[in-house]
């Protein structure tokens, strides 16, 4: 019960949200000028090949692992649970969340924008859709793996249900590291440091259960902070169980750091 | 087209404008004068919507900056300080994003722009990475952006700072120019500028309004005399103290001996003229006087005067 109401609510506070942003169109001018960069600057062209060239590694790691004999574990499970995956996956967000504001705000271009008839909250939301479209695009080559695959081979290895809980968990860490992301680029004008706070507390967060392992600290608390671990959800929807809990937990956490960040562009708004 | 009641910007441990009042009217060009730090670019900060004052309230065409600031911001075109652009889009693209953004479509939009690089003269410029421009032709883009859906009110905040002196022609003369069909409010550190382009000037020091007026006003009525430059057949010594003895005089400088004749720059207190005092003394002591004039006071008399003195009130 009161999880469908949570639901509701999170639903209805961004549905409240798209509208405001979509309201005159500047929303939209905003995202595309946002993507434009992004595809304007040589580093989404670089990440784009060194995501592509890490996936295609694992894909091809799995493949010949799994030609040695039976093993217990899908194809995807394989490809997305290897080392180069997840040394891959954590450079991406500071890299393509650390301009978003700290550029603005060292060139000076935060004051035309928001002198403009633009509302701070149309400006947050073009920002960050434009980092998940990009973040979006860069995993559609990998899939591209799996579908050929799928093609030439004569039995179901990649199971639906497995790829498309891969699919769904990349996207909301995703979502939720890319809103991580925007609270540190908008906290600063020098892009590095941004690059740097996204990363540690991405990582940090995926490591919560790893890093509790071996620290004295009582049961109950390990186990509570467990649910937090991002490392748990991603085996199980790695297996296919796609499990709501997950969604309600990455969306209402993005939107509270979104939330944050507004407030954080809006402070600087009144003092800088 | 402004008005601006009781405005105070205070930040951590400093007031950067108290409580300022000043009006605009449709059809003026108004200069913004005073010494960096003076609260120019807060004051317009505050009037683009940029950051909220800490009390006193600003109307921009009717609208409140505060409550209304969507409504205000679609009646300015601000060229903040610096003019603060995307180095790597084109003159175009950049004019075409802030056109769409601001609210214009289509044929709108694109007439906008053509209209814009058409009078800030960037049509050789339109395809050029805004990176590899001069600072000149940055500044234009910056113009181009602000009057590019044909705003009422044009905010400039310092428009020819750092730019050579054609260029600071060039855009003086666009102002002249723009002035025509729209209201100005331009802010400088620069007097020649407001004496060239402004209707009017409000004089603003340590956040506080020393002065609004025109130009040739503020000359006039203001607490400064000129100075008055005289040549003189005497021993200099002796000439510059006897002319300091006469009340009034505050400072006697010599310019210059040319054999028995010297040149003094006098300045006496501001409104009153001493000039026949000392064609007296010359007279008195038998010293030949072949030149005494009078120089009008400058505006930049004016503005040390306001801005140097420490304030009465
Ligand atoms: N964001 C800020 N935080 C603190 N002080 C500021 C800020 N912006 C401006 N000031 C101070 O306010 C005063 C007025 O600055 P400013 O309006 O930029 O002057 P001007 O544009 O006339 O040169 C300066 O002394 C400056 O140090
Ligand atoms: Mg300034």
Known sequence: MAFTITACVLLGIIILCLLKFLAGGTGLVLLGKELRSFFFSPIAWVVLALVMLLNGLSFTAALADLREGERSVTLTAYTFNSIQFWLAYFFIFPVITMRLFAEEQKLGTIETLLTAPVTTIQLLLAKYLAAVCFYIILWLPSLLNFMLFQMNSTDDHASIGSLAGSYTIILLVGMFNIAIGCLASALTKNQLVAAMTCFTFCLLHFLLGFILQNLSVPDAFRETVTHFSTQIHVRAFIDGLIDTRQIIYYTSFSVLLLSITYHVLEFRKWKV | ?313
Not at chain 2, 81 to 102: C, I, Q, T
Not at chain 2, 161 to 182: E, M, T, W, Y
């Open chain 2, 1 to 313: 087209m402004i008005k601006v009641s009781n405005l105070t910007k205070r930040f951590v441990g400093r007031t950067a404008v108290d409580a300022i009042s000043f009006n605009v009217e449709p059809g003026e060009i108004v200069g913004f004068l005073g010494p960096n730090g003076a609260g120019k670019t807060t004051t317009i900060r505050i009037l683009t919507g940029y950051m909220p004052a800490t009390s006193g309230s600003a109307m921009i065409a009717g609208h409140d900056i505060f409550k209304e600031s969507l409504k205000a911001q679609q009646r300015i075109g601000y060229m903040p300080e610096n003019v603060p652009l995307y180095d790597d889009m084109r003159v175009k693209e950049y004019l075409r994003f802030r056109a769409l953004l601001k609210g214009m479509r289509g044929r709108e939009a694109k007439n906008g722009i053509a209209e814009a690089i058409d009078l800030c003269g960037l049509s050789e410029m339109r395809s050029k990475m805004i990176g590899t421009l001069s600072k000149g032709y940055r500044q234009r883009v910056g113009l181009a952006d602000a009057l590019i859906h044909n705003p009422e009110l044009l905010i400039l905040d310092e428009p020819t700072n750092g730019l050579d002196p054609n260029q600071i022609r060039r855009v003086r003369k666009l102002i002249k120019q723009l002035g025509l069909s729209h209201t100005i409010l331009i802010s400088t550190h620069i007097l020649s500028e407001v004496e060239m382009t402004c209707d009017r000037v409000i004089i603003l020091d340590r956040g506080k309004i020393r002065a609004a007026d025109t130009p040739k006003n503020l000359i006039k009525h203001l607490r400064t005399a000129g100075h008055i430059s005289i040549e003189i057949n005497a021993a200099a010594d002796i000439a510059a103290n006897a002319i300091k003895k006469i009340p009034r005089v505050k400072k006697v400088i010599k310019e210059s001996t040319e054999q028995e004749w010297t040149r003094f720059t006098v300045r006496a207190e501001s409104g009153t003229d001493v000039r026949e005092d000392i064609v007296k003394l010359a007279n008195e002591n038998n010293w030949a006087l072949r030149e005494i004039h009078s120089h009008g006071a400058s505006l930049e008399d004016v503005f040390v005067e306001l801005t140097q003195s420490p304030p009465t009130d």
